[in-house]
C-alpha cells in the first residue's frame, strides 16, 4: 500500500531509564512510544526501558520526518536538551 505524501508524521525524542536521548519517527507517537516500552521497537532502546516520551514535532510526510530526525542526531546532547524544554515552554497553556 502506498502512503500518501501529506500523512502526518513525527519526530519523537525518548527519555531512556538511563538518561540516554532516542530520537525516531513515526505516524503514531501512542504505539510507537508502547513498542519501545516492551521491547520491540528498536535494539537500542531495549536494554534501556521504560522510555519516556519527552518531545514530538510534526512533519508533513516521511521525508520531511527522516530530514528532521537526522538534523536532531547531529545536535549535542546539550543542544537536545535546550529544544525539549523549549517544546515545555511554547506547549504550556494558559
Same mark, same amino acid.
Given at each position: 500500500?502506498?502512503?500518501? &505524501?501529506?500523512?502526518?508524521?513525527?519526530?519523537?525524542? +525518548?527519555?531512556?531509564?538511563?538518561?540516554? #536521548?532516542?530520537?525516531? %519517527?513515526?505516524?503514531?507517537?501512542? =504505539?510507537?512510544?508502547?513498542?519501545?516500552?516492551?521491547?520491540?521497537?528498536?535494539?537500542?532502546?531495549?536494554? =534501556?526501558? &521504560?522510555?519516556? #516520551?519527552?518531545?514530538?514535532?510534526?512533519?508533513?510526510?516521511?521525508?520531511?520526518?527522516?530530514?528532521?530526525?537526522?538534523? %536532531?542526531?547531529? #545536535?549535542?546532547?546539550?543542544?537536545? #536538551?535546550? +529544544? %525539549?524544554?523549549?517544546?515545555?515552554?511554547?506547549?504550556?497553556?494558559?
Amino acid at each position: 500500500m502506498a502512503r500518501s &505524501p501529506t500523512r502526518t508524521w513525527y519526530v519523537y525524542i +525518548l527519555r531512556c531509564a538511563d538518561g540516554s #536521548l532516542y530520537t525516531g %519517527i513515526t505516524t503514531d507517537l501512542t =504505539r510507537r512510544t508502547r513498542q519501545h516500552n516492551e521491547g520491540t521497537a528498536s535494539r537500542y532502546t531495549r536494554s =534501556r526501558r &521504560p522510555v519516556k #516520551l519527552v518531545y514530538q514535532e510534526r512533519q508533513r510526510g516521511q521525508s520531511a520526518a527522516l530530514k528532521r530526525e537526522a538534523a %536532531i542526531k547531529k #545536535l549535542t546532547r546539550r543542544q537536545k #536538551l535546550g +529544544l %525539549i524544554r523549549a517544546n515545555r515552554r511554547s506547549s504550556r497553556c494558559c
